[in-house]
């Protein structure tokens, strides 16, 4: 079964600093999909960045990027000049592959705190 | 952009009762999810949706069913509340099949507390 581990609870930087957030998933499927999402303080969350298995390429979305490490079945996300609005709960997520079911589990959340 | 509403956003229920959660989404997603949300747990799958008609159970579906009676709408239902079903709820929808699948957009969230 799929399963998604994130072991740090909270994170604490100092604005303009790079942060990165660890993740390891299981899958028993050789195509999968990884996301990263963000719950602000008032509860939304939201999409950030998404790995695709078949990519080699690390992803980047304006200052958030992801660090594939895919024997190590790790995907760590990385925002550079933090800003103190990153301040939230950071989630990462996988989907299998498969044709047959579309569940997208999550881990347990990385709290992340970027002070002045 | 995708938009998602859930209804009722505050719920109180006693033990024993009956509870429905609604979703609705205007953006034609195929796919749909319920999650609960509890401290140190992250996001749980409670069931999931391809497409009306179709639910389907996630990691943890005991106490819940759902519905799909059209593209847009998705329910929760608890058919007899228990105060370990006090949890923030959160549906989302998605869209896409295999490598085109697309990240999901979630609603606001209900809070539900059971007494």
């Known amino acids: 079964a799929q399963k998604v581990t994130q072991t740090q609870t909270s994170i604490s930087v100092v604005e303009k600093t790079t942060v990165t957030m660890d993740c390891v998933y299981e899958?028993?499927?050789?195509?999968?999909?990884l996301f990263w999402y963000k719950q602000t303080a008032s509860g939304e969350i939201v999409f950030l960045i998404r790995?695709?298995?078949?990519?080699?390429e690390n992803a980047t979305v304006g200052h958030y990027s992801l660090n594939f490490q895919k024997p190590k079945s790790s995907i760590g996300l990385i925002i550079t000049a933090t800003q103190i609005e990153d301040s939230a709960v950071y989630f990462c997520?996988?989907?299998?592959?498969?044709?047959?079911?579309?569940?997208?589990?999550f881990g347990s959340g990385t709290r992340l705190l970027v002070s002045p | 952009e995708a938009a998602v509403t859930q209804s009722p956003r505050n719920k109180v229920a006693v033990t024993g009762g009956k509870v429905t959660l609604s979703c609705n989404q205007t953006?034609?997603?195929?796919?749909m999810y319920w999650y609960r949300q509890d401290t140190g747990h992250g996001l749980r799958l409670i069931h999931y949706?391809?497409?009306?008609?179709?639910?389907e159970k996630g990691d943890i579906p005991d106490g819940y069913k759902a519905s799909r009676p059209s593209q847009e709408n998705f329910s929760l239902i608890l058919e007899l509340a228990t105060p370990s079903q006090t949890s923030v709820y959160f549906c989302?929808?998605?869209?896409?099949?295999?490598?085109?699948?697309?990240?999901?957009?979630f609603g606001p969230g209900t809070r539900l507390t059971v007494l």
């Open positions: 899958t028993r499927d050789s195509s999968y999909f």
């Open positions: 790995q695709d298995s078949y990519k080699k």
């Open positions: 989302a929808s998605g869209d896409g099949l295999g490598a085109n699948y697309a990240e999901q957009f």
């Open positions: 997520a996988m989907r299998e592959g498969g044709t047959g079911g579309y569940k997208v589990v």
């Open positions: 953006n034609n997603h195929n796919n």
């Open positions: 949706s391809y497409g009306a008609g179709s639910t």
